[in-house]
């Protein structure tokens, strides 16, 4: 169980945002693949603070070395403390030793795309301290 779910985009449909409400607090970004519906009800860029950690999350944002254009500078802005973006479908957890950041990408959790295995990440925000990261492999796809 989950306090709240972080989706970083390529959401699918309108009835996944609702399923995913039904389970938890949703805070979720617009991915390349999502309509104009869902780009209606979410935004691309999200800044939030849990507990004393601010996040930024955003679908396509590229990782530390590799950033997408635009988003080193919005995050030097910014100062998150985990930036977390989609788009690869890579799991990838590394610290950006330069702007002092946790970048966490979850991988894919749904059934479209290249990926062959689904995953999530799962940790605990504790007043400042993020503890307890866990990867969760969903089933294989067919």
Not at 17 to 25: F, H, I, P, R
Not at 32 to 40: A, F, K, L, S
Not at 98 to 108: K, M, R
Request: glycine share 8%; aromatic share 8%.
């Amino acid at each position: 169980m989950a306090d709240e779910i972080w989706h970083a985009g390529d959401v699918g449909s309108i009835a996944v945002l609702e399923s995913l409400e039904n389970v938890g607090k949703l805070r979720a970004v617009f991915g390349n693949i999502d309509g104009h519906e869902i780009r209606q009800i979410i935004p691309e860029i999200l800044e939030f603070e849990c507990e004393q950690v601010k996040v930024f999350i955003t679908h396509i944002g590229g990782y530390p070395k590799k950033y997408v254009k635009g988003i080193k500078e919005m995050l030097k802005i910014s100062k998150p403390k985990i930036f977390i973006s989609g788009h690869s479908h890579i799991l990838k957890v590394m610290f950006d030793n330069e702007l002092h950041i946790l970048h966490i990408n979850p991988g894919a959790a749904g059934i479209s795309g290249f990926h062959k295995v689904r995953t999530m990440i799962r940790f605990e925000i504790d007043t400042n301290q993020i503890k307890n990261m866990e990867v969760i492999e969903l089933n294989t796809k067919n």
